[in-house]
């Protein structure tokens, strides 16, 4: 494994997450769209990142902003057609990238035709597409499940006398993947988007996506209290995770192996040990990559990180190449979390650790709390579970670009607020600002990109002062070091540096400073 020189790009490479709803809108209604996404390539294409993971861009409702899918295989005409689709992904690889599409398998829309026929009638063709069952015998839903986005995981049809089950919104009925028939057409949905010429996927919650039998009542999580999100009052444990939903990512993987150079990304919240498992073995591969959001979930501080990242690392098996994601349209910004000096310090930490990083659009400007009035948010989720702060609106702002009327993202007022300080946190200020967030990122992208050691090297995390941070990346001759202050107060730097890059300007001599990052030979 070690110093391996056949890395293919989604190891070496770093991805970047496009919302579309919120990157450029190019048709005046205050929404992004694909004509918009090609418009900004070069801002993509400068940072240095080498693949795009586009949020869903098929035929949505939108209850769940794209996350409830009534067309696997056309284009929301919001965001264009499947002609602005083809001129996109063809403009994307003239420069290069590569392109990953948000596959939705747990859930489609209520208004995908599918489930309109299967919600017509028991006897439907399509019944067995979607997962119904009679009521218990007090008339009351079949089992305990609890949504993700708050209440009964069961939705009531008065006209066929069943509940169905919907893991998220009512709006977005569960598939059955235990039926031959869906799992085929949803196979075949990949194949229409491989055929096009996608690069891969990142799939959408799955670890979700087959139900134990029998439907028993999920267990209550004893360290549920109120002030919680309500899915977490009980473990789900017989939701998610079933040995057959494994099975099916093998079957997606070997589909994606046919066409080659491809990559499925899955999107799993679990324990190290079970998230592991999601690789598959060298045999019977599962996904490419479980996405990691430890950087998410821990608390921001040295000696918490350093277990976390040994305890991933040392559950990784030995063909599971890591991962690292600090950002997504579903958790607070990174910034907002931890202040804008720790944000420079966390985005050293994303590029430099080994595995592949997916990077949030936005926080490569640094964007921070930003505070949706009540009378502008529409985040389902917080919609329906308001007042305990897990809103998402919040990191789904539309990018600001310039110092132009709506930051130069739109015409019209957008679908979301601005950040408050857009006017002079856009993209054209940060140009132009050799200390800004953008001008950093573009410097660790290019020092990953000259240094096999960054991008594929090994992994040692190193002894080090309280507080900081301090590991090293190896590969062949090259070893490079990288120290990570995450206090507020400088501390002795362990090593003589010769620094290629620090989170601050000038380079230090022999001291980290306050919130300083630094990457030494
Ligand atoms: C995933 C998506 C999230 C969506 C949910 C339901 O977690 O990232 O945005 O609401 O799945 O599809």
Redesign the pocket.
């Known amino acids: 494994m070690s110093n391996r020189t056949d890395h293919p790009w989604w190891e070496r490479g770093t991805i970047y997450q496009i919302y579309p709803r919120s990157f450029q809108d190019s048709d005046g209604d205050g929404v992004g769209d694909l004509a918009g996404i090609e418009r900004r390539l070069d801002h993509v294409a400068a940072l240095g990142v080498d693949a795009i993971w586009l949020?869903p861009i098929f035929p949505s409702p939108m209850a769940?902003?794209g996350?409830?899918v009534a067309d696997y295989c056309g284009i929301e005409p919001l965001f264009g057609d499947l002609a602005a689709f083809d001129r996109l992904l063809t403009a994307i690889h003239a420069r290069g990238l590569k392109v990953l599409l948000d596959f939705?398998p747990?859930?489609s829309s209520d208004q995908h035709p599918w489930f309109v026929e299967s919600r017509a009638s028991r006897h439907s063709a399509k019944r067995d597409w979607y997962i119904w069952r009679d009521p218990a015998s007090d008339g009351g839903p079949p089992n305990n499940w609890i949504s993700?986005?708050g209440g009964s995981a069961w939705e009531y049809d008065a006209a066929s006398g069943q509940y169905y089950l919907h893991?998220?919104l009512r709006q977005?009925p569960d598939l059955n993947w235990r039926n031959p028939e869906l799992k085929a057409a949803m196979l075949d949905a990949m194949r229409f988007w491989f055929d096009r010429g996608v690069d891969g996927f990142r799939i959408?919650?799955l670890w979700h996506i087959v139900k134990a039998e029998g439907f028993p009542d999920n267990p209550p999580n004893p360290y549920w209290r109120p002030g919680i999100t309500e899915r977490d009052r009980l473990i789900q444990q017989h939701s998610t995770d079933q040995p057959e939903a494994h099975a099916i990512a093998a079957e997606m993987r070997a589909l994606a192996d046919s066409y080659g150079d491809r990559v499925l990304i899955g999107?799993i919240f679990l324990p190290n040990d079970r998230h592991a498992r999601w690789y598959g073995t060298p045999e019977r591969p599962q996904v490419h990559l479980p996405f990691n959001f430890q950087l998410i979930e821990n608390a921001w501080d040295a000696a918490t990180l350093r277990d976390m990242i040994a305890a991933y690392e040392a559950s990784l098996p030995p063909h599971g190449w890591p991962n690292w994601v600090i950002g997504?349209?579903?958790a607070p910004r990174i910034a907002a979390r931890v202040g804008e000096a720790q944000a420079r310090v966390a985005a050293m930490l994303l590029l430099t650790l080994r595995g592949t990083p997916t990077l949030y659009q936005g926080d490569e400007l640094g964007i921070g709390q930003v505070d949706i009035p009540a009378d502008r948010i529409r985040d389902p989720?917080e919609l329906r579970q308001p007042g305990i702060g897990i809103g998402?609106d919040r990191s789904r702002t539309p990018m600001p670009w310039d110092a132009s009327p709506f930051a130069g993202f739109s015409t019209v007022e957008p679908w979301l607020p601005l950040n408050p300080d857009w006017p002079t946190r856009n993209v054209a200020a940060q140009e132009q600002d050799p200390r800004s967030m953008l001008t950093l990122y573009r410097r660790l992208l290019a020092l990953r990109r000259a240094h096999p050691a960054l991008a594929v090297g090994d992994f040692r995390l190193l002894d080090a002062p309280d507080g900081v941070l301090v590991y090293e990346r190896r590969h062949g001759d090259e070893r490079l070091r990288i120290a990570l202050n995450l206090t507020d107060s400088s501390k002795p730097l362990p090593f003589a540096p010769e620094v290629l890059l620090s989170t601050l300007d000038p380079a230090p001599d022999g001291v980290l400073r306050a919130n300083e990052g630094v990457i030494s030979r």
């Open positions: 949020s769940d902003f996350y409830d939705v747990n859930h993700d986005f893991a998220f977005q959408d919650v999107e997504s349209h579903d989720q998402r």
